[in-house]
């Protein structure tokens, strides 16, 4: 069996370990499915009436789209906080004396958070559904915004991992995720147009990559409202804008993941 086989086949293992605690721990899947659908209603009830997006599309319809990048983005701390948990319980060198890939617990671990997104895209997708949102364009252009937040956040999650393994602790990760995510997602078109921002701040929401991922869904999803994007390359063509920044943080997190996993497993 080669070595990326193996990886893969004792990944499908570890993700298995961490998606029994949805059973055994159910409390965990209820407060990861209440946040994204609370968002939801704080932004379309509280919010709505206060903010008009341009172009003929309502606010509830602009929100959902920016509601799902906050989301899987936020959810992507989960792996770095599992990892760093794990390091913090002993379960990693309990890993070490078993015949199995090094790298199939980051495998497991990113693996099984997709599935936690999954879960929170459909709630909130039924949520939006419930409070006014609508799918303009077609089912597969919804099918493809669905599979490149999933990716996007896929990516995100080896940048937790690499945090994780650096980190003491899950609180240590939370908190440093917070101070990072945070501000990624709030200063960018998720919740307010591009437009409402000026001078150097708009340039920086112009060109992040929440912004774009929020783009590309709001217009897969055919919820612009005919309003034609931000004049910037990166919002003209947020798909691949969105994949080039997949690519490159999976090029530079996955071998950086790897490495310090492997350092930290063998104090």
Known sequence: MSSTTQALTDGWVVAQRNLVKIKRVPEVLVFVLISPIMFVLL??????????PPGAVGYKEFL?????????????????AGLAED???????????????????LVGRTTSDVVYNVLSLLFMALTGLVVGWRIRGS??????????????????????????????????????????????????NAFVP??????????????????????????????????P???AWSMQHPVVYTLAWVVLILAVFVPLSVRQFKAASSR
Not at 94 to 104: N, V
Not at 163 to 178: E, H, I, M, T
């Open 43 to 52: 932004f379309a009830y509280v919010f709505g009436g206060a903010i008009s």
């Open 64 to 80: 959902i789209a920016g509601i799902f990048a906050q989301t899987v983005v936020f959810g992507a701390t989960f792996t770095g």
């Open 87 to 105: 390091m913090q319980k002993g379960i990693i060198d309990r890993f070490r004396s078993l015949p199995m890939s090094r790298t199939a617990v």
């Open 139 to 188: 089912a597969g252009d919804a099918l493809l915004a669905f599979l490149l937040l999933l990716l996007f956040a896929y990516s995100v999650s080896w940048i937790m991992a690499w945090v994780g393994l650096l980190v003491p602790s899950p609180d240590v990760v939370n908190n440093a995720s917070f101070v990072v995510i945070f501000p990624l997602t709030f200063v960018s």
């Open 194 to 227: 591009a437009e409402s921002f000026d001078g150097v701040l708009r340039t920086f929401v112009l060109y992040n990559p929440v912004s774009t991922i929020t783009q590309a869904s709001r217009e897969l999803f055919g919820n612009t409202g005919g309003q």
């Open 229 to 231: 994007a931000p004049d």
